[in-house]
């Protein structure tokens, strides 16, 4: 993937529409409604998001683990 400019934060979402394809990629139904009520039931996009922060560490402690020293270097 081609970098456009210099970034200084990366942001993710869930958005209503992506629930409702990732239910249609998996044989169920879900209106927008149902969609935005799922999202918040239970604090559920709160966890989303704390998941999301998560994955997101990971993936940044396991490229720093694996990039050489002299990328690292500021």
């Known amino acids: 993937m081609k970098q ?3 970034l200084e934060k990366a942001v993710a979402e869930i958005t209503v529409a ?3 394809a990732v239910t249609q990629q998996q044989g ?3 209106d ?3 969609a935005v009520n799922f999202l918040n039931e239970e604090g559920r996009a709160y966890l989303m998001w704390k ?3 998560h994955a997101g ?3 940044i402690k396991n490229e720093l683990e694996q990039a050489p ?3 690292l270097q500021m």
């Open 4 to 6: 456009k400019m210099k």
């Open 18 to 20: 992506h629930l409702v």
């Open 28 to 30: 169920r139904s879900l």
């Open 32 to 34: 927008r409604q149902q």
């Open 51 to 53: 998941q999301m922060m």
């Open 57 to 59: 560490e990971n993936y």
């Open 69 to 71: 020293p002299s990328q």
